[in-house]
């Protein structure tokens, strides 16, 4: 590291994991900065606590509705603000990571780099992305989208709610309707109760308070007259500018009923952008569709092979949803358990023999009915490739049909097909369509292994306006050299200088 580092240990995210493993390397004297894009701290589980909670009574309704998991959080939240050394910096975007300990950040107009010598990547997860017919109208929403709206709007959706996917978020997203006055039309799942059955060899004792969680929330859903079809396919939305009704085989028979909100959910999987862009190694899981970032069992990851902008060892480790989907329990142990890490490297007083060990059994209690989930619900809606006319790319509108035609021409690799069709290039930078295209890619040559990683990642990850860039602190200044013109050699004379 060349110039100086800003603090012992920056966290990325401000959710469950990062707030977890800010407290124990705070509370043994490490200087710790924070960066969360989000205005207060939670994560998507715990967002907009402290804000609901201070005013109340005005959303007992809210919080009730939300459930005790929810209110939970705020034990979390409260420690964290009182836990002297985090220098918390909330609404502050990353933009820009790098293995050698540099991060890049955003808060408003201004930008800029630090540096420390372990940083730590809580950035959570996100939903899986599905395309299928219609999935862009105007009133189809994610879950997660709903939740949001929920917790940081208090707001409550109204009309006729088709819920569709698969996943236990799909259930507590219907009892938190429920409990709101809210009661869906359908909740229209992809799995079955073959999928439970086959499950069951993976469920472990240290599981049954989550799956004894889901029935609870069955139960009361069946008890409130919901509507529930299981093993479902052939999901489509359609409408003209607004989602108007919603078509699905069920059992073999196709119907279709009116619907003013549907509300898809297949399954969460890993944030990976920010690791990626790290020139991290990531892993292609065909089962769940996705990629996870390649980890030691401390969150330390690993680099990618070939070439890289920085030299030296990787300063990144990787914690909570983002390493592993295994929820807000699993993330605060992982978070520990990564900072137990540091501060053995560091020779800190927590960072006591044994420390890592005992954390490590935390996150392996806190994980044990993951095998159960991921077998009960699997991949639903991702599960088929979408047709030729479903769009794949939303941001650049881009169809099925017209990534098949390239891959057809010759386009057998993901940035290739970026260069051509600009998929991936707009603001979600690939992270709704990179999987599918991967899939897409093997449908035409199954023989051939599937994609190392996303689309080749470069920075600015996020919207980077020009007056921020401007305006840029914390450069390196061996990396900030800029050559002028003037440093070209001159045309030998009698030569074209045109050439």
Known sequence: MSIAPDADTIIVGAGPAGMACAIELAAAGCRVIVLDMQPSPGGQIFRALETNMQARPGTDELLSALGPSYKAGLALVTRFRATLGIDYRPGTTVWDLRADGTVGWLKGDAAGYLRAPHVVVASGAMERPAPFPGWTLPGVMTAGAVQ????????????????????????????????????????????????????????????????????????????????????????????????????????????????????VHDGIVPSTDLAHAAGLALAWRADDGSWQPVTMPDGRAEMAPGPTLTAGPCRIRITGDARRIGGADAAIAHGRHASSAILAELGRPAGTPGAADRTGIAVARSLAARPFLDAAFPPGLSSYLPDDATIVCRCE????????????????????????????????QGRSCAATLARLLAEADPRRPMASAPFRARPPLRPLPLGALAGMTGLDPDLAQVESLDDKPEAIAGEDAHV
């Not at 099925?400 to 707009?426: F, P, Q, S």
Request: hydrophobic content about 45%; aromatic content about 2%; overall charge positive.
């Open 148 to 263: 949001t709206l929920l917790k940081a709007g208090r707001l409550k959706p109204n009309g006729r709610i088709v819920l569709a996917g698969t996943g236990p978020l799909i259930f507590l997203l219907a009892d938190q309707l429920r409990r709101l006055g809210v009661r869906p039309a359908l909740i229209a799942r992809t799995d079955g109760a073959w999928d439970k059955v086959a499950a069951l060899g993976r469920l472990r004792p240290a599981g049954l308070p989550a799956l004894l969680k889901g029935l609870g929330w069955l139960l009361r859903l069946r008890l409130a007259g919901v509507t529930m079809r299981t093993g479902i396919s052939g999901l489509e939305a359609h409408g003209h500018d607004h989602i108007e009704s919603v078509r699905l085989t069920v059992a073999g028979s196709r119907i279709e009923l009116p619907c003013d909100l549907l509300v």
């Open 397 to 428: 509108e881009i169809t099925a049909g017209a990534l098949r035609a390239t891959i057809r021409d010759g386009a057998t690799e993901m940035n290739l097909v970026r260069g051509l069709l600009r998929c991936g290039m707009g603001a979600c």
